[in-house]
Every structure is written in C-alpha cells, then in structure tokens.
T-cell receptor, first 114, second 116 residues
Framework: GAGVSQSPSNKVTEKGKDVELRCDPI?????LYWYRQSLGQGLEFLIY????????KSGLPSDRFSAERTGGSVSTLTIQRTQQEDSAVYLCASSLAPMQETQYFGPGTRLLVL | AQKITQTQPGMFVQEKEAVTLDCTYD???????LFWYKQPSSGEMIFLIY??????QNATEGRYSLNFQKARKSANLVISASQLGDSAMYFCAMREGRGSSYKLIFGSGTRLLVRP
C-alpha cells in the first residue's frame, strides 16, 4: 500500500515568510509524528498526534511552530516568520497505534530559508 | 545526558563482508524499544529492525540482526554479506515507555561505505 507522503518535497522561502508543510500518513495509522533533521541538531522530535487526544507539543522549538491534524489523517506543520535556523529536513512518520512499535517515515520536506 | 550514542561517525566495509554498527543507550524505563533505520542519500528513513526490551531473543530481519546486550545497554546492528546498496547513514533510535508519547530518540548516526 501507499506509504507516508509529504509535500512539498523542497521549499525555498525568504526569511520572515510563513510556510506550511503537509503530511499524509499511511491509511489507518492513528499515530503521527513530526521530526526535524538538521546538521547541527541531528534528528529531533517536534510533535505527536494520536487520535482525538491532545497533541504532545513538547518538541516544538518556539511558538512560531504549530501543527494540526484534521480528521485524524492529514497533518500540516506551519512555521511562521521563518528564520534561517529553521532550514532543515522535516520528516513525518506514522504508526498503526502508539503501542505499535514501528514508525514509518515519509520522504521529508527540505526547507531552505534564505 | 545523551540517551543514544553512536560512536562511529563513519565506517568502511568490503563488499560481501559483515559489519557491526555500534549503539549504546541509556534509560531507566523498564519498557523500551530499540530501532535501526537506514537513510540513503535520497533522504528517506527506512525501517530495518526492532528489538523490544522484554524480547528474549535477538531480532533478525534478513541480512540484518540486532545484537542486544541488555545489561550493557547496547544494541548493535550487524549487517551480513554487505552489498553496495548498503552504503548509507544508519541511525539507532529508542522509544521509551508510556507517558513519553512514544517518540523516537535518535543517535547521531553512522555513515557506512561499502567498498567493491
């Protein structure tokens, strides 16, 4: 079946602009995660959604970052007033349920802030 | 304190030989899971193998096996019969138990290069 998909695959933006990144999880997967991969910080957790529960936002680096998940499926990660340090690959992952161990990752969105 | 440590930034292996990628972890949670992911140059994270903290036997998936030594808190990945396509970054990751949102904590990765 189809894996996790993300769009856009690449995004170049100017400092101060807002960007939206999209994630379509594997059909039927209830848990959805966003991670960020940057040269200086490695792979780091951003946010977690599970069903209708309140999301775990503990990894969001600042209040410029927000995310939502509509209808328990598609998720968007929004970065407001982008900064150069936001340049990174943003990875989305999903799992069948939180207790199901394996998280399957999408191809990522490469964000470059000029 | 770093929870996942991969001490080998880069490794070389000859094609068809076996290679071990090291991973140590630190947790006080009795319930945890350990994962290995492969990231080729294309950037996608590919799941390779999983080991649960209560699993009695080492996990195996084809040419991949996980050498799980619980007392030493190590979870090394062994790749047998290396192939050129195995050249990639390899990440060890840990998922701690309930209450942590099951997020993965990643090591810094090991870049493996398979020589023909």
């Amino acid at each position: 079946g189809a894996g996790v998909s993300q769009s856009p695959s690449n995004k170049v933006t100017e400092k101060g602009k807002d960007v939206e990144l999209r994630c379509d999880p594997i059909s039927g997967h209830t848990a959805l995660y966003w991670y960020r991969q940057s040269l200086g910080q490695g792979l780091e957790f951003l946010i977690y959604f599970q069903g209708n529960s309140a999301p775990d936002k503990s990894g969001l680096p600042s209040d410029r970052f927000s995310a939502e998940r509509t209808g328990g499926s598609v998720s968007t990660l929004t970065i407001q007033r982008t900064q150069q340090e936001d340049s990174a690959v943003y990875l989305c992952a999903s799992s069948l349920a939180p207790m199901q161990e394996t998280q399957y990752f999408g191809p990522g969105t490469r964000l470059l802030v000029l | 304190a770093q929870k996942i440590t991969q001490t080998q930034p880069g490794m070389f292996v000859q094609e068809k030989e076996a290679v071990t990628l090291d991973c140590t972890y630190d947790t006080s949670d009795p319930s945890y899971g350990l994962f290995w992911y492969k990231q080729p140059s294309s950037g996608e994270m590919i799941f390779l193998i999983y080991q649960g903290s209560y699993d009695q036997q080492n996990a195996t998936e084809g040419r991949y096996s996980l050498n799980f030594q619980k007392a030493r808190k190590s979870a090394n990945l062994v790749i047998s019969a290396s192939q050129l396509g195995d050249s990639a970054m390899y990440f060890c990751a840990m998922r701690e138990g309930r209450g942590s949102s099951y997020k993965l904590i990643f090591g810094s990765g090991t870049r493996l290069l398979v020589r023909p």
